[in-house]
């Protein structure tokens, strides 16, 4: 076992917290408050190989293993990068990109791939609906086969990047009778006739990444524009688990570090009773507990990226646990932050309370806390 | 990057758990008999030698590498097994040991090191003392140079093995330097006090010892070099040691619950197959699993990063123990009435899981320690 990280991936995550501090952690409360997603930011991602890092360089990436994108995603965490912001170049590099790389045709993967590189385009991966969730394989959308066409009728819920997307990913019942045997997937681009955004959902946190409702509703598009074969929808969706569990969970890992830093700064300043509160042993507490899960949730998320690298087949318990630790356990944290700061750190001023707001997610995006126990209760 | 075990390490592992079975066939007769007790804990060292587990940490060999990592992977397999066998082998060989590996002169090698690495000797080391915090409070155990000979006063508390050592390395202060004196438990001037009863770890010996001008040879006394950080170094070494004890317990507890879930039965089908259940057996498995890659991290950190491998110590202690006593909580929760009673390994890893919070660096003074890193203070 070794737990270590090259000298050019050390240099690289350096580089990545520079560029990110510099760029975009300036911007970021802003558009939080605002809740309006930072187009300017999310290219200047692209811009320096970000959004496009595992894709091939032939189609506009930086061809970087699983191990690295977590080094991205914990770098933008270290830096204050929001949790809006890593959320949306999660959903559109791993959730969207991702599976065109992988199940589209050659023509697509050009079309499509290094416009999502740069940022040009913005993708979505449509799953949920309002009554699939957690149950996806009960979703109801359907692709009905019309000669050279499929004509997708339904409604898609919790879509992240869903008001700003490009392209979506979209997922669709080809036969609704064989349950998730029966799921595929399509691309279908904005503008398609029957191809409709919603308003942008208020929610309580990651405000700066955009989340709707896709509506469907005799929507026509070319029948090559299926992902692979029919009925393999599910199987690409469970794909993008992978992601899930690393690069998507990368950004805690960061975060971690960023609160200790923002703590300990307020820490030392803040005077009562004649002293820094860094002084109090229950502020010491508090420093210590976000360390501590900081370093716990390290290789849980490195192993999920390791393993992929190896070409193993998804661990699905050791996925599972990475997700449950992190959703559960990260929200001791956040609260202490907010707590640690007293008073001000209910306020605007200090962004510890964006990352409250922004973790709540944790155990509920993804894949929810009590699915994780599911999964890992009937594999263990 | 790597996270798989070298096939030389797996074979040992393999190797390890045999033997380990092999100590658990021997039952220990609970007579209250001290050298009963002594004789059944040096069989248990003898065998464990005997595939080289004793050494691990202070020798490296073809089958068996001598990382940090490869112990406590090895540690976690013995404190699965047996709480009392583990913490026993553990203060005897490892920490003594190590001492005597690190600090010790030949002399004191050729004495001593085979015989506790072969499992002839039982070790104990005595460090803490009426304070019980020897982060906080300077050690008031001193000795005195007396022509050829140091004599060593002061009192000790809680010694792993005192009543049934051969052996005691005691640390303490001479000429207002940190050292280590081998108190031979026959020499004047140390009196072991009654065996203590004990919450958890009740087969193992723990007792308080007295040292009133113990008469300890020259030859027989180990001052490490200025820089060298000793109190840093046992602490960090008993924390690994309760660390790896943790993640036994954890193991045990999981296994016990486990097991249970599945073959009992309520309202016609297992338990297990009640969400409550199911959930709780999640839970404990994350705790388990996290702290396992934490301890495992922490060690590898032990041998290749001085700055860091301390904080991150104690960061897999604090998660470690309290994740022991979680799981093991959990565990009686799932065995319901059936957990309630003593013998079983879920029981036994609740009532052993609060030693690991309080010994070594306990859980308090570790957040502290953490804390200050984290601000900058230290």
């Known amino acids: 076992m070794d737990f270590s990280l090259s000298k050019e991936q050390l240099m690289f995550k350096k580089e990545v917290v520079q560029f990110a501090k510099k760029e975009i952690v300036p911007r970021v409360q802003e558009y939080d408050l605002k809740e309006a997603f930072d187009f300017d930011s999310f290219r200047k991602l692209g811009a320096f190989g970000i959004l496009g890092l595992h894709f091939p360089e032939k189609y506009g990436g930086e061809g970087a293993d699983v191990v690295t994108t977590v080094i991205a995603g914990e770098a933008l965490g270290e830096a204050g990068v929001d949790g809006g912001l890593t959320l949306s170049y999660g959903a559109h590099s791993f959730l969207c990109a991702d599976t065109i790389l992988c199940h589209a045709s050659e023509v697509q993967k050009q079309r499509y791939l290094p416009k999502l590189a740069t940022g040009e385009m913005i993708g979505c991966m449509a799953l949920s609906e309002p009554d699939a969730g957690s149950d996806v394989a009960s979703l109801s959308t359907t692709a009905t086969r019309k000669g050279d066409r499929y004509v997708l009728d339904g409604t898609k819920m919790w879509i992240t990047n869903g008001p700003i997307a490009d392209v979506a990913v979209v997922y669709a019942k080809t036969a609704p009778e064989l349950q998730h045997a029966g799921i595929s997937a399509f691309i279908v681009e904005k503008g398609t006739p029957g191809f409709t955004a919603g308003q942008p959902l208020v929610k309580m946190g990651v405000r700066s990444s955009q989340t709707s409702e896709l509506v469907f509703s005799n929507c026509e598009i070319p029948a090559e524009n299926l992902l692979g074969n029919e009925g393999e929808g599910f199987l690409m969706a469970m794909q993008t688990v992978e992601w899930d569990r690393s690069a998507l969970l990368a950004p805690f890992l960061g975060t971690a570090n960023y609160l200790q830093k923002k703590c300990a700064q307020y820490a030392k300043g803040r005077v009562q009773f004649g002293r820094p509160i860094g002084h109090f042993q229950a502020i010491k507490h508090k420093l210590a507990d976000i360390r501590i899960f900081g370093e716990a949730a390290k290789a849980l998320v490195y192993r999920v990226a390791w393993y992929k690298d190896q070409g193993r087949p998804l661990n699905h318990l050791e996925a599972a646990i990475a997700k449950l630790f992190i959703g559960d356990y990260s929200l001791g944290p956040t609260n202490d932050a907010v707590v640690l700061h007293g008073g001000y750190g209910f306020t605007h001023e200090f962004d510890v309370e964006r990352v409250f707001r922004d973790g709540r997610l944790a155990p509920i995006g993804g894949g929810t806390s009590e699915i994780q126990k599911k999964i890992i209760s009937k594999l263990m | 990057m790597n996270f798989d075990f070298s096939e030389a390490e797996k074979q040992f592992h393999s190797a390890l758990e045999s033997t380990i079975a092999e100590v658990m066939d021997r039952k220990q007769q609970k007579t209250g008999d001290l050298a009963h007790h002594q004789n059944f804990f040096r069989n248990c060292q003898n065998v464990l030698a005997g595939i080289g587990y004793l050494d691990l940490g202070l020798r490296s060999s073809a089958n068996s590498p001598g990382s940090t990592l490869h112990l406590m992977a090895c540690q976690e397999r013995l404190a699965a097994a047996s709480p009392a066998v583990y913490l026993t082998v553990e203060m005897s060989s490892r920490m003594f040991g190590r001492i005597l590996h690190r600090w010790g002169t030949q002399a004191q090698k050729d004495m001593l090191l085979s015989a506790l690495t072969s499992g002839a000797l039982l070790g104990a080391v005595a460090i803490s003392e009426n304070a019980m915090n020897v982060t906080n409070d300077p050690l008031t155990t001193v000795g005195i140079e007396k022509d050829n000979h140091i004599q060593l006063s002061g009192i000790k508390n809680y010694v792993i093995n005192g009543p049934v050592a051969n052996w005691i390395a005691v640390v303490g202060q001479l000429q207002d330097r940190p050292a280590v004196f081998l108190v031979d438990t ?193």
């Open chain 2, 186 to 378: 026959h020499a004047s001037g140390i009196v072991v006090h009654e065996t203590l009863s004990t919450m958890g770890y009740e087969d193992v010996a723990i007792a308080g010892i007295a040292l009133d001008h113990c008469h300890v040879p020259k030859e027989m006394v180990i001052v490490p070099p200025e820089e060298t950080a000793l109190i840093a170094s046992l602490q960090r070494w008993e924390n690994q040691i309760l660390i790896a004890a943790s993640l036994g317990m954890m193991k045990a507890a999981i296994d016990e619950a486990k097991a249970f879930a599945n073959a009992h039965h309520s309202g016609g089908k297992p338990v297990v197959a009640y969400q409550e259940v199911a959930f709780k057996l999640a839970e404990m498995l994350t705790f388990y699993q996290t702290s396992q890659l934490l301890a495992y991290r922490a060690a590898w950190t032990s041998d290749t990063d001085e700055r860091e491998r301390d904080t991150l110590t104690l960061c897999t202690k604090v998660f470690c123990s309290e994740s022991a006593e979680k799981v093991a909580s959990q565990a009686l929760q799932i065995l319901s009435g059936t957990g309630f009673k003593k013998g079983n390994k879920a029981e036994c890893a609740y009532r052993c899981a609060k030693y690991t919070q309080i010994a070594g660096t306990s859980t308090e003074i570790a957040r502290v320690m953490i804390g200050d890193e984290v601000l900058g203070y230290r």
